[in-house]
């Protein structure tokens, strides 16, 4: 009686996929989700990339657009990045600065930014900041 039920639980494969798919699925999850993290912070940092050496470059030329270089840089920012990736308080300019390879004449902008996780629960934990950084050289 117990072998017969034992037979029929082993040859029975209605649930088979299912179960497939449940192991696959504790494995490929937590794969496809760090990917996207990943990717995620790599976009953030290009972004805060792109707009440190925009702003560098605004301020250099003495653009009318930059004449509060944080409120140019966060406003820049939104084009690519969430809103409130970037803040005032997270925009650094130097004027007079020296970079690698260039004199004391340069424009020195560093942005920081800590808001890059999709997962909310990601952001609140993260300590590390996102920082980029650019110079160009001042008009004379």
Known sequence: MIRGWMRRLRDHRS???ALEFALVMLAFLPLSLGMIEVGLLLW?????????NFTAR???ISSPACTNAASYAVSTSQNWLQTGALTSSGVVVQTGASC??????MVKVTLSSTSFSAIPMLSELSTNALTASACYPASP
């Open 100 to 105: 690698a390879g260039g004199s004391g004449n």
């Open 44 to 52: 953030t940092h290009n972004a805060l990339q792109t707009t440190a």
């Open 15 to 17: 649930g088979a996929a």
């Open 58 to 60: 605004c301020v250099a």
